[in-house]
């Protein structure tokens, strides 16, 4: 069974900067897009960032110039390394992961989430 192990939430002051990790084990086949969305209270689960498995990137305007995400294919690990925080980064952020098996087609993973605080 696949799972998806988050690390790296917290609380941080304005300005300050956290770095997030998600590791997938188990039995897994080719791991594709690795993702990270955020959700706010009462909003809905928005997407972060997005880093293929070659190293393409994108993330939403709101982060660019202060996010990075990047993966460790040896590994299965993608992180996010979060500066510049500001109060309106804070959410529960989770990994997403997408993998493929041949001989059965792609799935999807979850990871539960884990709190962003920016507050002073």
């Known amino acids: 069974q696949v799972q998806l192990v988050e690390s790296g939430g917290g609380v941080v002051q304005p300005g300050g900067s956290l770095r997030r990790s998600c590791a997938a084990s188990?039995?897994?086949?080719?791991?594709?897009?690795m993702r990270w969305y955020r959700q706010a209270p009462g909003k809905q689960r928005d997407l972060v960032a997005d880093?293929?498995?070659?190293?393409?990137?994108s993330y939403v305007d709101a982060v660019k110039g202060r996010f990075t995400i990047s993966r460790d294919n040896a590994k299965n690990t993608v992180y996010l390394q979060m500066n510049s925080l500001k109060p309106e980064d804070t959410a529960v952020y989770y990994c997403?992961?997408?993998?493929?098996?041949?001989?059965?087609?792609?799935?999807?993973?979850w990871g539960q989430g884990t709190q962003v605080t920016v507050s002073s």
């Open positions: 880093i293929s498995r070659s190293g393409s990137t």
């Open positions: 188990g039995t897994i086949g080719r791991v594709n897009n």
């Open positions: 997403n992961v997408w993998t493929w098996v041949s001989s059965t087609g792609s799935y999807e993973y």
